[in-house]
C-alpha cells in the first residue's frame, strides 16, 4: 500500500535521514521505534509531503507522492494523526470533525454517527472548545478528526506524547479496534514495549537509518533491541 | 442634542469604514500572515477608478462592480509577491511589511503622477447625494447614510461568512494553525487566494462608501487612512477581529465628536493621543493579540 524507495532527507549539511526503505501493506499495523532523534517523525513529514524528500521514492497506490503538496498527498487517503495531540484548539469539537470531513462533505453525518460509536465521549463535549479539552480527550479528537475523512492509511506520531499510563492504553485499544474495522495503521512510537506489542511488524530506526526490521513478536525476543529498547535483558 | 446625535452617525458611518478596513487587514494579517500596509492604498486606487468610471458611465451598477472589481483584483495581484516571499524567508511577517510598504509609495506616485495630474479628485453631487439632516456646519449626507447601512451590512455579512459557513472554518483553522490544516486536506495556497479576495471585496466596498460619505480623494489619503488603520488593529489587538470591531467603532465616534464639540481640527490629535495611553497600559492591544 505504502512504499519508501531508498529516501534521503536533509536539514543543510545534516543529513536527517539516510536511505529509508520501508512498506506498509492492507490490513497490517506497522510500527516506527526508536529513541528521540532517530528520524521517525522526519519520516512521516517526508512521507506527507511537509518535509522536502533530496532523493528516493515515495509510492502510495500505486502513485508517487514524493515532494507533493502536503493537501494534496491527505486528499488521497493519507490521514497523518500529529504528536503532540494537535487541535484546532479556539473551535469546538465538532467544527474540529467538520474541518476532518473537508474532502468529503458529503458523508460528514455518516462518517460522524461512527466516529461517535467509538468515541462517546466527544458526542458528550460535542459543543466544548475543544482547547479545553483534556489531553487524552485532544487525542481522541485529533484521531476522530482524522477518521472523518475516511484515511486509508493512518500515520500515528507519538500518541503516548504527554498523556497519562491509564489514558496511552485506552488510546491503543481505539487503535486496536481501528485495525479490527479494516484500517491500515503506521505508528511512530518511542515507547518500543507498548509499540511492539500492538503491531505486526516493526521498523527500528537509530540517527536516520533504519539498522532492523521483521515480525514485533521477532523484535521483542532480539536481545539488542531488549537491550536498547526494552529497559531489560534477556 | 441635535449636534450630538448628528455626531453620532456621522462617527457610526465613519467608524464602519475603519472597521471594514481593520477586518480586511486582519483577515489577511491571520490567514495569509502578511501586513499588507498598502491596503489602503488599494482602497483609495478604487475610489479613483470609481471617479475615472462616473466620467463615462452614468450606470451605478457598472461602476460599483468595476471599483470593487479592481480592488479585487488588484489585491490578488499582490499574492504571487507575498507567497514568493515567504517561499524565500519563510512566513515573515516584518519581511512583508518592509514590501508592502514600499508598494505603497508605489501607488501613491501612480496616484500623484498619473491620475488627475495628482490634484485631489471630487466626486459628483449626484453621486454624493443630498443632505438629509443639517445643522449649519454639521450635516448628514444621503452617502453617509449609504455608508452607515452599507457598513452595518458589509460587517455582519463578513462575521456571518467567517462563523457560520464551511468556508469561513476553514479561513480560521488556517489562521490558527496552517500546518495541521493542510495536514486534514485543507488546500492552504487557495485558501490564502480567497483570504485575499475576501479582503479585496471588503476593500471596494469601502471604496464605494468611502466616495459616497467623504466626496473627494487625494494620493495623500491612503497614507492618512493606513496610519489609522494599522494604529486601530495594534490597539485593538493584531489580529482581533471582534476588537477590531469596537475599535473601528470607537475611533470613529471620537473623531466625529471632537470635530462636533472642539473648536479646530483636533480629531486626529485625540485620537491618537487615546490609542498612546490605551498602548501604554495594555501593550498587547485592548482586547489582545490573536495573529
Known amino acids: 500500500m505504502l512504499r519508501v524507495e531508498d529516501i534521503f532527507v536533509s536539514y543543510g549539511p545534516i543529513k536527517a535521514l539516510e536511505n529509508i526503505n520501508i512498506n506498509v501493506n492492507a490490513g497490517e499495523t506497522v510500527a516506527l ?26 509510492i502510495f497506490l500505486g502513485e508517487e507522492i514524493t515532494n507533493v503538496g502536503t493537501d494534496k498527498i491527505a486528499n488521497r487517503g493519507l490521514g497523518l494523526i500529529p504528536e503532540g495531540h494537535l487541535v484546532f484548539s479556539t ?52 484521531i476522530a478528526r482524522s477518521l472523518m475523512a475516511k484515511p486509508k492509511l493512518i500515520i500515528v506520531d507519538e500518541p503516548s506524547l504527554g498523556l497519562a499510563p491509564k489514558v496511552i492504553g485506552e488510546i491503543f485499544n481505539i487503535l486496536r479496534g481501528l485495525n479490527k474495522k479494516g484500517y491500515t495503521i503506521l505508528l511512530a512510537e518511542q515507547k518500543a514495549k507498548k509499540a511492539l506489542e500492538f503491531v505486526d511488524r516493526a521498523y527500528v530506526m537509530e540517527i536516520g537509518k533504519i539498522v532492523l526490521h521483521g515480525p514485533a513478536q521477532e523484535l521483542i525476543s532480539n536481545p539488542k533491541v531488549h537491550n536498547a529498547y526494552l529497559g531489560s535483558k534477556i | 442634542m441635535e449636534v450630538f446625535i448628528a455626531q453620532l452617525l456621522n462617527g457610526l458611518s465613519l467608524g464602519s469604514m475603519y472597521v471594514l478596513l481593520v477586518l480586511g487587514f486582519n483577515l ?74 514600499s508598494m505603497t509609495l508605489v501607488i501613491t506616485d501612480i496616484m500623484s503622477h ?16 443630498k443632505s438629509v439632516i443639517g445643522f449649519g456646519l454639521i450635516t448628514f449626507s444621503s452617502g453617509q447614510a449609504y455608508a452607515l447601512f452599507g457598513g452595518i451590512a458589509a460587517v455582519l455579512a463578513f462575521f456571518y461568512l467567517l462563523y457560520r459557513t464551511r468556508q469561513g472554518r476553514v479561513l480560521r483553522a488556517i489562521s490558527e494553525n496552517s500546518l495541521l490544516s493542510s495536514i486534514i486536506g485543507i488546500p492552504t495556497i487557495k485558501t490564502r487566494v480567497i483570504s485575499y479576495a475576501i479582503a479585496g471585496l471588503l476593500g471596494g466596498l ?14 495623500a489619503l491612503g497614507d492618512f487612512v493606513g496610519m489609522k488603520i494599522i494604529a486601530t488593529s495594534i490597539v485593538a489587538g493584531l489580529g482581533n477581529l471582534k476588537g477590531g470591531l469596537v475599535c473601528g467603532l470607537l475611533l470613529g465616534i471620537t473623531e466625529s465628536m471632537a470635530i462636533g464639540y472642539l473648536p479646530g481640527s483636533w480629531s486626529n490629535a485625540i485620537s491618537f493621543m487615546m490609542m498612546l495611553i490605551v498602548m501604554l497600559i495594555k501593550p498587547e492591544g485592548l482586547f489582545g493579540i490573536k495573529a
Open chain 1, 91 to 142: 473551535m469546538t469539537v465538532l467544527e474540529n470533525l467538520q474541518l476532518g470531513s473537508y474532502n468529503n462533505p458529503n458523508c460528514f453525518n455518516d462518517n460522524l454517527e461512527s466516529v461517535f460509536e467509538s468515541f462517546p465521549i466527544l458526542h458528550k463535549r460535542i459543543n466544548q472548545i475543544a482547547g479545553t479539552l483534556s489531553g487524552g480527550e485532544q487525542q481522541m479528537l485529533s
Open chain 1, 33 to 58: 521505534i526508536g529513541a528521540n532523534g532517530a528520524g521517525k517523525t522526519t519520516l512521516l513529514k517526508a512521507i506527507m509531503g511537509i518535509q522536502k524528500v533530496s532523493a528516493g521514492k515515495i
Open chain 2, 28 to 101: 489577511m494579517l491571520l490567514v495569509a500572515k502578511i501586513i499588507q500596509f498598502a491596503y489602503p492604498h488599494l482602497v483609495v486606487l478604487s475610489m479613483y477608478v470609481c471617479w475615472g468610471m462616473l466620467k463615462y458611465t452614468s450606470n451605478v451598477f457598472l461602476v460599483i462592480l468595476a471599483s470593487i472589481g479592481s480592488c479585487i483584483a488588484i489585491n490578488i495581484a499582490t499574492e504571487p509577491i507575498f507567497r514568493l516571499l515567504a517561499k524565500r524567508h519563510g512566513l515573515d511577517i516584518n519581511v512583508s511589511f518592509v514590501v508592502s510598504m
Open chain 2, 114 to 129: 498619473l491620475l488627475n495630474y495628482g490634484f485631489p479628485i471630487a466626486f459628483p453631487s449626484k453621486w454624493i447625494g
Open chain 2, 206 to 219: 469601502t471604496a464605494i462608501m468611502l466616495s459616497k460619505m467623504l466626496g473627494s480623494a487625494s494620493p
